[in-house]
């Protein structure tokens, strides 16, 4: 079975503009997970989701926006990009919420703002 | 709130060394423990996990034990490889209503030489 999936896999943009990247669970996870990782650091959670709704939101602006799909794949939007944007962003899938469900990664999108 | 405290990097071994990464955690309720591994360039890997205390989580020659009485999991490995160099992370999971978001600590990377 593939695993997640995540595109753009590399990301150039401006100071100003907006970015949306995308996700896809491994089939059959119903729950998707964004997390920002800066260079040199841990990842930080930004949003969960679980079968469409918002089940956790990170300490993010309103910038950072996520959805859903009916298939269980998800975008994440930034506006208004910043230069501490410039991070590698993650996706996580896990087959529900349980707490010993074990999230697993994509390869993550590598976002570049200048 | 909940946190990860690993020990600073890096950490550089020779091949065949004992390795051992300290990884201890605070949590307002029962965690379940990660360890994920990222190689340079990629995305993470889950490594091992433990779910319940004086659980043992062990994969490709690494173990770490779930100790409640010391909030820890640290990470051995009892003859490391050049290949095994990358960053390890050490994560925890309490299911809230929040969902069910990892908390990472903020990685220690491990380079072994010949």
């Known amino acids: 079975d593939a695993g997640v999936t995540q595109s753009p896999t590399h990301l150039i943009k401006t100071r100003g503009q907006h970015v949306t990247l995308r996700c896809s669970p491994i089939?059959?996870?119903?729950?998707v997970s964004w997390y920002q990782q800066v260079l040199g650091q841990g990842p930080q959670f930004i949003f969960q989701y679980y079968e469409k709704e918002e089940r956790g939101r990170g300490n993010f602006p309103d910038r950072f926006s996520a959805r859903q799909f009916p298939n269980y794949s998800s975008e994440l939007n930034v506006n208004a990009l910043l230069l501490g944007d410039s991070a590698l962003y993650l996706c996580?899938?896990?087959?529900?919420?349980?707490?010993?469900?074990?999230?697993?990664f994509g390869p993550g999108t590598r976002l570049l703002v200048l | 709130g909940n946190s990860v405290t690993q020990m600073e990097g890096p950490v550089t071994l020779s091949e065949e060394a004992f390795l051992t990464i300290n990884c201890t955690y605070t949590?307002?309720?029962?965690?379940?423990l990660f360890w994920y591994v990222q190689y340079p360039g990629e995305g993470l890997q889950l490594l091992l996990k433990a779910t319940k205390a004086d659980d043992k989580g062990s994969n490709k020659g690494f173990e770490a034990t779930y100790r409640k009485e010391t909030t820890s999991f640290h990470l051995e490995k009892g003859s490391v490889q050049v290949s095994d160099s990358a960053v390890y992370f050490c994560a925890l999971i309490i299911l809230t209503g929040g969902g069910n978001k990892l908390t990472f600590g903020t990685g220690t990377q491990l380079k072994v030489e010949l």
């Open positions: 089939s059959g996870h119903k729950s």
């Open positions: 996580a899938s896990s087959l529900d919420l349980q707490g010993r469900q074990t999230q697993y």
């Open positions: 949590a307002t309720g029962y965690p379940s």
